[in-house]
C-alpha cells in the first residue's frame, strides 16, 4: 500500500478521523514503518517523492487541526501522532 493510500484513502488514517472520529493505531504503525523504511532512500536522493510530500503535508495538516468531535483519548493519540510523524521527518535533516 503506498502511503497516499494510508493517509487519505478510502480506508486510510484521515477519513477514519473525519468519519469516525476515531484513530487506527493499526494504519499509524504503517505510516510510521513507511516513512522510516524510506528515510535512508529521500536522504540519499536528497528528496522527497511528490505524492509521498503532498501525503506528509496533509498528514500534519489534519493532525494538527483538531476536531472537537474527538474524544480526549483520541484527541491525545492525534496529537502525540503528529508530534511522532515531524521527529521522523526531522531526521532527514541530520
Known amino acids: ?3 497516499s493510500d494510508m493517509v487519505q484513502g ?6 477514519e478521523l473525519r468519519c469516525n472520529n476515531s484513530f487506527n493505531n493499526q494504519i ?6 513507511y516513512l522510516n ?8 536522493s536528497g528528496s522527497i517523492p511528490v505524492e509521498d510530500a503532498v501525503s506528509i503535508f496533509n498528514l500534519i ?4 487541526g483538531g476536531s472537537r468531535f474527538w ?3 483520541t484527541a491525545l493519540l492525534v496529537e502525540d501522532a503528529a508530534l511522532e510523524i515531524q521527529d521522523i521527518i526531522s531526521t ?3
Open 1 to 3: 500500500m503506498n502511503l
Open 10 to 15: 478510502e480506508n486510510g488514517l484521515l477519513i
Open 37 to 44: 523504511g524510506h528515510l535512508h532512500i529521500w536522504k540519499a
Open 61 to 64: 495538516d489534519e493532525l494538527s
Open 28 to 33: 499509524f504503525e504503517d505510516i510510521k514503518n
Open 92 to 94: 532527514l535533516e541530520t
Open 71 to 73: 474524544t480526549e483519548e
